[in-house]
């Protein structure tokens, strides 16, 4: 089956400690994204990358940091910068990054810190 | 800078009458449009997409949406609502004359569609 795989689907993270956000795409896309959910704001654009080893901050890159070493994989770190990190977080890709391409998103990780 | 404004936070309709989710954008160019549902804990399916042409655009389980370049705006219908289309909703923008290729996304509607 083709698609978004992001693990793990819950992650708790104690003060202080750097968590990594897994993400994998099997659909040959270029472009992949994070995003981060919270209650009544909608999705908030962290990082994107059109190709691999490449990759461009969003509106909330603070706190968190990337690497696009595989076309498949786009992996998130939280790290002890992101002061206020419970949240839920999606991935998506898409074929490239034209403008009228839609993203296809993964399952999502609920991330709470302890 | 692209943005879009869902008005209503949640939007409740009897099963069976027609639904209307709310969109209303911001570009500084030519806008691409798309609208996707989430069920809860999961994550977003594409419903569908506005790029150029038909204003009215028809999508995946009987959704479609009109595209009204005056008014600025791309709000979603069903002619017939299901309690299954119950869910959360967003309209998401990218400004075809911008490098930013990524999806600006509206903050959610909710749609309750009662029995």
């Known amino acids: 089956d083709g698609g978004i795989t992001q693990s793990p689907k819950y992650l708790f993270r104690k003060e202080g400690q750097n968590v990594t956000l897994s993400c994998e795409q099997n659909l040959n896309h270029d472009a992949m994204y994070w995003y981060r959910q919270d209650p009544g704001q909608g999705l908030r654009l962290i990082y994107y990358?059109?190709?691999?080893?490449?990759?461009q901050k969003g509106d909330i890159a603070e706190g968190y940091s990337v690497s696009r070493e595989k076309k498949e994989s786009f992996p998130l770190t939280v790290t002890s910068a992101q002061k206020n990190p419970t949240a839920f977080y999606l991935c998506a890709s898409s074929i490239s990054g034209g403008a009228n391409t839609e993203a296809f998103f993964g399952q999502g990780t609920r991330l709470t810190v302890v | 800078a692209q943005s879009v404004a869902q008005p209503e936070d949640q939007v409740n309709v009897a099963e069976g009458n027609p639904l209307t989710v709310k969109c209303t954008y911001s570009v500084s160019g030519n806008p691409y449009l798309f609208w996707y549902v989430q069920y809860p804990n999961r994550g977003l399916q594409f419903l569908l997409k506005?790029?150029?042409?038909?204003?009215l655009v028809k999508g995946s389980y009987g959704f479609e949406a009109e595209f009204n370049k005056s008014q600025t705006s791309f709000h979603l219908k069903k002619p017939s609502a299901l309690v299954s289309d119950s869910a959360l909703y967003f309209c998401?923008?990218?400004?075809?004359?911008?490098?930013?290729?990524?999806?600006?996304f509206g903050s959610g509607t909710r749609l309750q569609v009662q029995p």
């Open positions: 998401a923008v990218r400004d075809m004359d911008t490098g930013r290729r990524a999806l600006t």
């Open positions: 506005y790029i150029t042409g038909d204003n």
């Open positions: 990358s059109q190709i691999v080893n490449d990759f």
